[in-house]
């Protein structure tokens, strides 16, 4: 496996942690149907939230968070309403997320709540 999916699995392995640890209840990771992809599902306060990661060794070309734009929301928001049809969903759902940038071994985790919505 190459070293770019090895940091993105570790982060999304941190991320997971850091949800728990903040009370989320881990539904499903890397979920996948055909070529749609989620990283994280999650139960928290009777939303589902489905949470995009994002991890960086450094942020030298700017945030992690910043390659989550308008074309990645779409996908997201595609696989996700295919997902909540698919299991019959009946909670608000959410679009949050985590931005990790590993340096030295240490991950430096930023949580953004509602980071975008679905467009009309």
Not at 12 to 26: H, Q, R, S
Not at 32 to 57: H, T
Not at 89 to 98: H, Y
Request: charged content about 30%.
């Amino acid at each position: 496996m190459s070293e770019h999916n090895l940091l993105g699995n570790e982060g999304e392995e941190k991320a997971a942690e850091y949800l728990e640890g903040k009370g989320y209840k881990i539904v499903d990771k890397n979920w996948r149907a055909g070529n749609l992809e989620l990283d994280i599902i999650a139960e928290f306060q009777n939303r589902i939230v489905f949470v995009e990661v994002k991890c960086r060794s450094g942020n030298y070309f700017g945030e992690p968070f910043e390659a989550v734009n308008r074309k990645k929301q779409r996908f997201i928001i595609k696989a996700a309403n295919y997902y909540i049809h698919r299991f019959n969903i009946d909670l608000e759902a959410r679009f949050d997320i985590i931005s990790i940038v590993k340096t030295n071994n240490k991950f430096e985790i930023e949580h953004i709540d509602d980071a975008f919505y679905p467009l009309v």
